[in-house]
């Protein structure tokens, strides 16, 4: 099941994506007669629907293989879509530090014992497609494919087993970063500068991706690989990382934690590389997709 937002003439509205058709998912429920489902995926996963989401997935599937017998509901072509953030403004976005072995070698850090944490503001978020903007002045700033957990309840010191199945599903994220002042220890301000956190293309449910440790994760800069990795190397699995942030925060719907980068970020190459006007990056999750955006320069 993949799971998206998309821009309607009225405002945002949450779609489910099959045989690269997007089927609205209010108008969809009312068509099947399942009653009334909220417009966007946060009041979904807010409202506990997740059930009744994989349940509509399942007769638009079941419709889709019967043909004329079981009509679709009215779908539109993904290639006529303008795909926002699968949430565009998350409740909270929690990015964890030196999370890839390989990651932690290429800057000599030592590897964590536990997880660190740190915050991405939720207006930094931008969909699939949106415009990366340079701020005036900045020359350094990097790219960080991640693999992104959405928490689809509410958590709070939660064991393993609620932790896995508190995450609804996966998508890819873009941790931009301004290097010039996260070298100021400014982490924050370095990472969640407006269009800094691009999220998409959808949401994944957790169970078609089953086993999240293994998939290759790859970011091109203008085609170029610059990242190419497995999330098999990762230290905290987004599991252990749910259960270790719930012994201090409490997560709930619609939160996003980013599980760290693989090696490969331009800060650390030689030479450096950084994006600039012009540049698209790509960030390819397997099993997930890719989640594009092209760079530009603040006016």
């Known amino acids: 099941m993949k799971v998206l937002t998309y821009a309607g003439a009225e405002g945002p509205r949450a779609g489910i994506l099959l045989d690269n058709t997007v089927y609205d998912i209010e108008r ?3 068509a099947f007669a399942m009653g009334p ?4 995926v946060l009041e979904i996963l807010e409202a506990g629907l997740g059930p009744l989401l994989a349940e509509l997935h399942d007769r638009l599937l079941d419709a889709s293989w019967a ?19 699968p949430v565009p403004r998350p409740p909270k976005i929690i990015c964890i530090g030196l999370n890839y072995r390989d990651h932690a070698e290429e ?27 340079i701020p005036a ?11 992104a957990a959405v928490i689809g309840r509410r958590l709070k010191r939660a064991g393993p087993d609620e932790a896995r199945e508190g995450i609804f599903g996966y998508c890819c994220m873009n941790d931009v970063s301004e290097r010039e002042i996260q070298k100021e220890r400014v982490w924050m301000r370095a990472k969640s500068i407006d269009t800094f956190a691009p999220l998409g293309p959808w949401i994944v449910a957790a169970d078609q991706v089953g086993d999240p440790l293994g998939l290759g994760l ?13 999330t098999r190397n990762l230290i905290f699995s987004p599991a252990e990382l749910v259960v270790f942030i719930t ?25 450096p590389v950084f994006m ?20 530009v320069k603040e006016d």
């Open 28 to 30: 969809s429920a009312r």
């Open 37 to 40: 489902m909220p417009r966007s």
């Open 67 to 85: 043909g004329a017998r079981s009509p679709l509901p009215d779908g539109i072509p993904l290639a006529r879509v303008r795909l926002l953030a």
């Open 107 to 133: 800057q000599g850090a030592v590897l964590p014992r536990v997880p660190l944490l740190f915050a991405k503001a939720p207006t930094a978020v931008i969909g699939p497609g949106a415009s990366i903007v």
């Open 137 to 147: 002045g900045s020359t350094r700033v990097d790219y960080e494919g991640e693999l």
């Open 218 to 230: 790859t970011t091109k800069l203008n085609s170029q690989v610059m990242q190419s990795g497995s």
């Open 247 to 271: 012994k201090f925060i409490t997560l709930e719907p619609g939160d996003i934690i980013s599980t760290g980068t693989p090696s490969g970020v331009g800060v650390f190459r030689k030479p």
């Open 276 to 295: 600039k006007a012009g540049d698209t990056v790509d960030v390819t999750i397997e099993g997930i997709g890719t989640l594009s955006n092209p760079v």
